[in-house]
Nanobody
Framework: QVQLVESGGGLVQAGGSLRLSCAAS????????MGWYRQGPGKQRELVAT??????TNYADSVKGRFTISRNNAKNVYLQMNSLKPEDTAVYYC???????????WGQGTQVTVSS
């Protein structure tokens, strides 16, 4: 099994930056892709960014040009968030997708709050 632990959340002013980290442990060889999702107040969880083992990235339109997802190995994924807006306020969750069952795993989330 794979365990995911997020860190780096906090309170920042609009226009500021944060860097989120996700550390994976366990059977990390089974990971095919990793990503970040978020859930704001009163909203559904939504995709923020994903990155495949091959380095291909995908971003939500709302964060393109401001956020960057990266990996330095199979166990760590990062989300650099620049030019933060109040609407970015959410709990951010790390996600790992696997080649087989149980197909994916989630971290417990880290709170990002952007003040105006």
């Amino acid at each position: 099994q794979v365990q995911l632990v997020e860190s780096g959340g906090g309170l920042v002013q609009a226009g500021g930056s944060l860097r989120l980290s996700c550390a994976a442990s366990g059977s990390t060889f089974s990971i095919s892709a990793m990503g970040w999702y978020r859930q704001g107040p009163g909203k559904q969880r939504e995709l923020v960014a994903t990155i495949s083992n091959g380095g291909n990235t995908n971003y939500a339109d709302s964060v393109k040009g401001r956020f960057t997802i990266s990996r330095n190995n199979a166990k760590n994924v990062y989300l650099q968030m620049n030019s933060l807006k109040p609407e970015d306020t959410a709990v951010y969750y790390c996600n790992a997708k696997f080649f087989g069952p149980p197909w994916d795993s989630w971290g417990q989330g880290t709170q990002v709050t952007v003040s105006s």
